[in-house]
Every structure is written in C-alpha cells, then in structure tokens.
Nanobody, 121 residues
Framework: QVQLVESGGGLVQAGGSLRLSCAAS????????MEWYRQAPGKQRELVAT???????IYADSVKGRFSISRDNAKNTQYLQMNSLKPEDRAVYYC???????????????WGQGTQVTVSS
C-alpha cells in the first residue's frame, strides 16, 4: 500500500521561507507527476505546483517566482520550497500523486494527510 507522508509545515513571518516534504512509502516502481495543492479556510482546494517525471514544472500564477517544486526519484520524495511567504499563503498544503505503479498495479489519486502553513503579518 502506498502512503504519502508530509512534513515541514509551521508558522513563519511574512517574507520568510518554509520547505515542505512529501515522501511516498511502500514498494514503488514508478511515479509520474507529483503535485502540491493547498486549501485555505473557506476556499476550494487549488493546485499550487506540478512536476512531471521529466522534471518539467507548472505553477499557479499566485506562487510563480516564489515557490519551487522539486523531486528526488531515488527517495520517491517531492519538495515544495516556499520563499517570500505572504499571509494569503496560509493554508493546509497537500501533496498528491495522480498515478503510481506498485506491486499491486497502478494506484490512482493518492493524497498526503496535509500540513498546516501559517504566515503571520
């Protein structure tokens, strides 16, 4: 069974930085895209960043130039480096893997448990 375990959230002042990590556990043969989402209070969950298997990235306009997504395929881990944080970045951040190949075949739509990011002004 595949699980995504997140870490790195917390409280930071505006202008500060945080780095989120998301490690996939289990016997994994292949992960295609890896994604970060966030959900602020009273708002819908939104896609923040995506990194494909070849390393290409896509960012939401609201985080371009401030956030950076990366991955370590040997560790089945993805990261989200968040710089120049703003109070409006406050949210629960979730990692997601759309598809992953395991000993049980392809698993789809796997989510992490979420980690809280709070930015004080």
């Amino acid at each position: 069974q595949v699980q995504l375990v997140e870490s790195g959230g917390g409280l930071v002042q505006a202008g500060g930085s945080l780095r989120l990590s998301c490690a996939a556990s289990g016997i994994i043969f292949s992960i295609n895209a890896m994604e970060w989402y966030r959900q602020a209070p009273g708002k819908q969950r939104e896609l923040v960043a995506t990194i494909s298997s070849d390393g290409s990235t896509i960012y939401a306009d609201s985080v371009k130039g401030r956030f950076s997504i990366s991955r370590d395929n040997a560790k089945n881990t993805q990261y989200l480096q968040m710089n120049s944080l703003k109070p409006e970045d406050r949210a629960v951040y979730y990692c997601r893997v759309p598809t992953v190949l395991t000993t049980s075949g392809w698993r789809r739509d796997v989510w992490g448990q979420g980690t809280q990011v709070t930015v004080s002004s």
